[in-house]
């Protein structure tokens, strides 16, 4: 009688702990499940491009870029642009675009945003960085085309290494001289930049040349 009862106990002792164990599992891959998804890998399919490594704006202007990339609606600009600085708009000239999806780091979301900003007559190329939990760390401009009057600004640039992104960013003014022989006077600055994404995704700025730019016609 003794036996069957210690033949008992082990078998429910034994059942109970597999049970613990199996309901632990689940929760712990439940639990990484959770961790890993993000509404932000659902977009993957919206971006045009995959994995650039140099960038430069577009030939198209604000009428003709219509329908050549996927727009960004209120709900997925909410989660690309999380500090509620911009607003959404979605309509007129001022747009966002989805236009690169990035794969320099696996354990990091990246992506790039094609934006038109009226306010600044510009059109800017975000580089957007987030955790594997869709948590915004920062962003930088890779590329800009900006034009009013007779100011202008053109920026490009290129990944120089896996970490360290160069930008090149020209900045004009061109005033007439000489309205009646039709001459002209640019002065401006041509200035490189190094953008420096560390492992945890934060990005760091640093000026590596400017220099000035004079020019008569």
Same mark, same amino acid.
Request: with cysteine; aromatic share 14%; glycine share 4%.
């Given at each position: 009688m003794?036996?069957?009862l210690l033949y008992?106990?082990?078998?429910f002792s034994t059942?109970?702990?597999?049970?613990?164990n199996n309901s632990?599992?689940?929760? /712990?891959?439940t639990l990484v499940e959770n961790r890993e998804a993000s509404p932000l890998i659902d977009l993957k399919e919206k971006?045009?491009?995959p994995g650039l490594k140099s960038f430069e704006i577009d030939t198209f /202007?604000?009428?003709t870029r219509i329908g050549k990339y996927q727009e960004l609606d209120s709900s997925t600009f909410k989660l690309v642009w999380q500090d509620g600085k911009r607003n959404f708009v979605g309509q007129g000239y001022d747009r966002d675009y989805f236009y690169s999806w990035q794969k320099r780091n696996p354990e990091l979301i990246e992506f790039t945003i094609l934006t038109q900003d009226e306010s600044s007559s510009c059109d800017l190329l975000h580089y957007c960085i987030y955790d594997k939990n869709g948590k915004a760390i920062n962003s930088f401009i890779v590329a800009a085309s900006c034009g009013d009057g007779g100011w202008g600004n053109k920026t490009t640039g290129k990944f120089i290494t896996e970490n360290i992104y160069?930008?090149?960013s020209i900045d004009l003014n061109t005033e007439i001289v000489d309205s009646e022989n039709t001459k002209f006077s640019t002065e401006g600055d041509s200035t490189v930049t190094h953008f420096t994404i560390a492992k945890d995704g934060k990005v760091t700025e640093k000026e590596i040349s400017k220099s000035l730019i004079r020019e008569e016609e």
């Open positions: 003794k036996k069957g008992l106990v082990l078998i059942s109970c702990a597999e049970n613990k632990s599992f689940k929760a /712990n891959e971006f045009k491009y /202007n604000w009428d160069e930008q090149i």
